[in-house]
């Protein structure tokens, strides 16, 4: 069965410190992936997805960046964080030929 | 782009009711309509989903119907009970395939005992 694992779980940054979360997802070959933010008490929004290795589309401009060096591996980074990227980041993936969207665990990040 | 709004962004029911979550989207070509129900502090999970070549879908208490005319579409909760409580997403997707789904901004939905 599919799996997708992501971390840290919680993270606390100071403002301008450099960031990168981890997405790993096992079980599947080829997956389109995507990172959301979710601020406190808001919706989902989509800021990066790949449909392949080296793919990225970005959704919304921001200081962050997403890469996939690997076919099940999706990261998102920062050089320098602001206070605003404070959320929840949640990590998703679909099958090549889409369905249902499962979404990760989760990274709680405080930005101080 | 696409554009999905939902309504209400709060719903307080009585335990045993009904609960009717209503989404619009904007753009036509969108085909692809799941709701997520996300508990506190925890991920969103698919609970229920339809294809524009349908107009209703259920699976026990709930129920999904869309109206492609109007272009909105609403979750129907019957028989609430208080492990329903949670937020609910609705979302659209144009692309089948690539599915970049569009979000509302959810509803926080809480069961009265």
């Known amino acids: 069965s599919q799996t997708i694992h992501q971390w840290p779980a919680t993270l606390v940054q100071p403002v301008g410190s450099p960031l990168s979360l981890e997405c790993t997802v096992e079980?599947?070959?080829?997956?389109?992936l995507y990172w959301y933010r979710q601020a406190a008490g808001r919706g989902l929004q989509l800021l990066f997805y790949?449909?392949?290795?080296?793919?990225i589309s970005s959704e919304v401009p921001q200081n962050l960046s997403a890469s996939r060096p690997q076919d099940r591996q999706f990261i998102l980074s920062s050089k320098k964080l602001l206070l605003s990227d404070s959320g929840f980041y949640l990590c998703?993936?679909?099958?090549?030929?889409?369905?249902?969207?499962?979404f990760g665990p989760g990274t709680r990040l405080t930005v101080l | 782009g696409e554009n999905v709004e939902q309504h209400p962004s709060t719903l307080s029911v009585q335990e045993g009711d009904s609960a009717v979550i209503k989404c619009t989207y904007s753009?036509?070509?969108?085909?692809?309509f799941p709701w997520y129900k996300q508990e506190l502090g925890k991920r969103p999970q698919l609970i229920i989903d339809?294809?524009?070549?349908?107009g209703e879908k259920k699976d026990q208490r709930i129920a999904v119907t869309l109206n492609k005319t109007a272009k909105h579409f609403s979750l129907h909760i019957t028989e609430t009970q208080p492990e329903d409580s949670a937020v609910y997403f609705c979302?659209?997707?144009?692309?089948?395939?690539?599915?970049?789904?569009?979000f509302g901004t959810g509803t926080g939905l809480t069961i009265i005992p």
């Open positions: 979302a659209a997707s144009i692309d089948f395939g690539n599915e970049k789904l569009t």
């Open positions: 753009d036509s070509a969108s085909n692809y």
């Open positions: 079980g599947t070959s080829n997956p389109n």
């Open positions: 790949s449909v392949g290795i080296g793919q």
């Open positions: 998703a993936w679909t099958g090549t030929h889409g369905g249902e969207q499962f």
């Open positions: 339809i294809r524009s070549n349908v």
